[in-house]
């Protein structure tokens, strides 16, 4: 009876702890996919999913990863239940669950790529919403992604700007951030915009990692960056 009543405690205990989380996440940054099965309460669902003698496991890895992003400085920079999230179009492929927790030897990755975000990218983009995070090297496989994918390794991010209206204009600001701070912040930028087809890739999603100063577009190759395309501005 003691460990039944343990269990329960820890239980309801980590949910406040995530519930408390999740409250911080704004209406604006939920409302793009607030009922969906990457949604906060999908992911709150998921949390306490558990087999019962794990009752309680992931919530309490989940706080542990939570309080090592205060530890670090960088908690609240995006919230923190978006970085378990697996990208909801992949999982659906590769029928995984939609959240998955990034294995606690990679944490540290992920930082210098929050740093980044905090101080460069979102005073340029306004909020951000991570659609893609930490990438198991099953789903890679599945998706054909690059062997050397920084989202193996939980140092990258796939992303949209919450409130962007204009996808030529995003691009420009972060093509433009790159060339200022790019390569002392060794920034990577995904960006899948084509001015040839500015209909494809409509949602305005891009990569950031602090893994290396490179760009690329559509097809993953340097080839592929709009940049220089869309008016990349001088340092």
Request: glycine share 8%.
């Amino acid at each position: 009876m003691t460990t039944w009543r343990h269990s329960l405690v820890v239980f309801f205990g980590f949910f406040a702890l995530a519930s408390g989380s999740l409250a911080g996440v704004s209406d604006v940054e939920r409302a793009p996919n607030e009922t969906g099965p990457s949604s906060a309460g999908a992911f709150n669902r998921w949390l306490f999913t558990s087999h019962p003698h794990n009752m309680g496991l992931k919530a309490q890895f989940y706080a542990s990863f939570q309080k090592y992003l205060e530890d670090e400085g960088v908690a609240g920079v995006v919230p923190t239940w978006q970085l378990w999230r697996v990208d909801a179009h992949y999982a659906r492929r590769c029928g995984t669950e939609y959240f998955t927790r990034p294995p606690m030897e990679r944490w540290r990755e992920i930082i210098p790529t929050l740093q980044l975000l905090r101080d460069e990218v979102i005073p340029v983009t306004g909020p951000v919403e991570v659609v893609s995070g930490y990438r198991s090297a099953e789903i890679n496989e599945c998706v054909n992604g690059a062997s050397r994918s920084k989202h193996l390794s939980f140092a990258a991010l796939d992303l949209v700007a919450v409130q962007m209206t204009d996808r030529e204009v995003l691009f420009k600001d972060l093509c433009a951030l790159q060339a200022r701070v790019g390569d002392q912040r060794a920034m990577g930028l995904g960006a899948y915009y084509d001015p040839a087809d500015p209909e494809r890739g409509a949602k305005g999603r891009f990569h950031i990692d602090a893994a290396g100063f490179r760009t690329w577009g559509f097809d993953y190759s340097r080839s592929s960056n709009p940049c220089p395309q869309i008016g990349r501005a001088t340092q």
